[in-house]
């Protein structure tokens, strides 16, 4: 039984419940109307003629078509008021999903080589982040390297990124995995380790269970983004439950980017029986069609999750956060709270 009388009970439990979203990229909270709106004001010319063009665009068959698009729509994030205007509208629509902390990925690479600064990017979006937590939206700002590129190039940002350090939490790794496994950036982390930064890294989206070994064996990464492959290797999954860490899973990602042909064939309920800490997580909103909670409502409805597996995602977004200890007692305390009352 799912303890739900009907799927819009269940939604409803969902859109109620306090939640950290542990996986989204600020530029893939970038709207088509916003992606107007900042080329205009920035003088930048689009290749799509309407808003329309572009959520016809969004045909994706694998991560490297969503990934052109991607890096094509990035040209319209110039300013640190634009970086503070994309954080601010994504935090907005987290607010209204219950979300209380959110671990934020940037690409800055994406940005440094059209000639954009470091300072406007982390600026623009430090400052999102400050005024958030005013209205109760805790956060931590991780900076991702684009594997896609050669290490040097990670060295040279994290370079750039030394005088910002005090704003970033961690670093991690995105873009095209397949071809570029996480051994080809061993220093680059090795050396944000020795900075005090956490690592994490997306690993077993598209690419091999072994490039999960390699992301735990070599990165030596705190938390696993997506990870789905690694259910292939009995031994691996072991190996994550044992060291308790947390993947960040996220499902409407996975059937855009043909990850999985249909929900219903997820993962998300196998790694809860095999003891993995999973998550649920929007990924890139924008592109793939819903914030946080239409994931968790998507994959519930897919899956026919229970009551009890939902409440175990939620708590799990906050014992896999970097919050201290005693923050996430907080939470997981209103989470027990608004379960004993609902």
């Known amino acids: 039984m799912t303890g739900f009388a009907s799927r819009e009970a269940r939604a409803a439990f969902i859109a109620g419940l306090p939640k950290a979203e542990l996986h989204l990229h600020i530029e893939g909270s970038l709207e088509p109307e916003m992606m107007f709106s900042l080329a205009q004001r920035n003088g930048v010319s689009l290749v799509f003629e309407s808003v329309e063009a572009i959520r016809a665009a969004y045909d994706f068959s694998n991560l490297q078509d969503f990934l052109d698009i991607y890096y094509q729509g990035m040209a319209v994030l110039q300013a640190e008021q634009d970086f503070f205007d994309l954080t601010t509208a994504y935090l907005d629509r987290a607010a209204t999903d219950g979300v209380r902390h959110v671990e934020i990925f940037f690409d800055p690479q994406g940005h440094t080589a059209r000639g954009v600064p470091m300072a406007n990017v982390v600026g623009g979006i430090a400052r999102a982040l400050t ?9 931590q700002l991780i900076m991702c390297f684009l594997r896609h590129l050669p290490e040097a190039d990670a060295e040279a940002t994290l370079d750039a990124a030394l005088p910002f350090l005090s704003l970033i939490h961690g670093v991690g790794l995105d873009s ?20 005090g930064l956490k690592i994490v890294a997306h690993a077993g989206e598209e690419g091999p269970p072994d490039y999960v070994w390699q992301a735990l064996d070599v990165l030596q990464v705190d938390r696993i983004d997506h990870g789905n492959r690694a259910l292939e290797d009995a031994a691996l999954v072991q190996r994550i439950v044992s060291d308790g860490l947390t993947l960040t899973v996220c499902p409407l ?80 305390a209103a989470i027990d709270s608004f379960v004993a009352t609902y």
């Open 131 to 139: 005024e958030a937590e005013e209205r109760g939206i805790t956060s």
């Open 176 to 195: 095209s995995e397949v071809g570029h496994p996480p051994e080809k950036f061993a220093r680059v982390f090795a050396r944000a380790r020795s900075l």
């Open 253 to 332: 990602s996975n059937l855009k980017l043909c990850v999985v042909d249909d929900l219903a064939q997820h993962p998300l309920r196998r790694m809860l029986a095999a003891g993995l800490r999973a998550t649920v997580n929007s990924d890139d909103p924008a592109y793939f069609g819903g914030y946080v909670n239409a994931n968790f409502v998507a994959v519930a409805d897919a899956l026919n999750l229970t009551r009890d597996e939902i409440i175990t995602l939620a708590r799990n977004s906050f014992t896999g956060s970097f919050l201290p200890p005693a923050e996430q007692a907080v939470h997981l």
